[in-house]
């Protein structure tokens, strides 16, 4: 897992098994940039980029190479030039998505204006 404060002894001791899902996902970026590539089923480092915006692209990179070394997604290297790269659910990714389609839910019930739109209605599964 990718070195953070909530890796030590003392965090995991709390509640291991939601320390270690906050230390997995717990940024600003990892939870949209998982959502985005379920939905999208393959996305670009610029999709990623246009998509979330405000990030820049060394935190786009950083929180890629982060989900990647978790487990979460798959890096695809295409030998062109310029080199393609695309992103893709592992199979770890793939079981979350079910935690992402009821969190989007949930927020839309509990945290989203009554005249809100869904823009996505579920996941591919």
Same mark, same amino acid.
């Given at each position: 897992?990718?070195?953070?404060?909530?890796?030590?002894?003392?965090?995991?001791?709390?509640?291991?098994?939601?320390?270690?899902?906050?230390?997995?996902?717990?940024?600003?970026?990892?939870?949209?940039?998982?959502?985005? &590539?379920?939905?999208?089923?393959?996305? #670009?480092?610029?999709?990623? *980029?246009?998509? =979330?915006?405000?990030?820049?692209?060394?935190? $786009?990179?950083?929180?890629?190479?982060?989900?990647?070394?978790?487990?979460?997604?798959?890096?695809? &290297?295409?030998?062109?030039?310029?080199? #393609?790269?695309?992103?893709? *659910?592992?199979? =770890?990714?793939?079981?979350?998505?079910?935690? $992402?389609?009821?969190?989007?839910?949930?927020?839309?019930?509990?945290?989203?204006?009554?005249?809100? &739109?869904?823009?996505?209605?579920?996941?591919?599964?």
């Amino acid at each position: 897992m990718s070195e953070t404060k909530f890796n030590n002894a003392e965090m995991l001791a709390r509640c291991e098994p939601m320390s270690r899902v906050q230390a997995a996902l717990g940024s600003k970026w990892k939870l949209l940039i998982l959502w985005y &590539v379920a939905c999208y089923r393959v996305q #670009r480092f610029g999709q990623l *980029l246009r998509r =979330l915006d405000g990030i820049t692209q060394s935190s $786009l990179t950083r929180q890629l190479r982060e989900l990647e070394g978790d487990g979460f997604l798959r890096r695809r &290297v295409y030998p062109e030039v310029p080199p #393609r790269v695309e992103y893709s *659910l592992s199979e =770890l990714g793939q079981s979350f998505v079910p935690i $992402l389609s009821a969190m989007v839910l949930w927020s839309e019930q509990h945290l989203c204006p009554p005249d809100y &739109v869904r823009s996505f209605h579920d996941l591919p599964e």
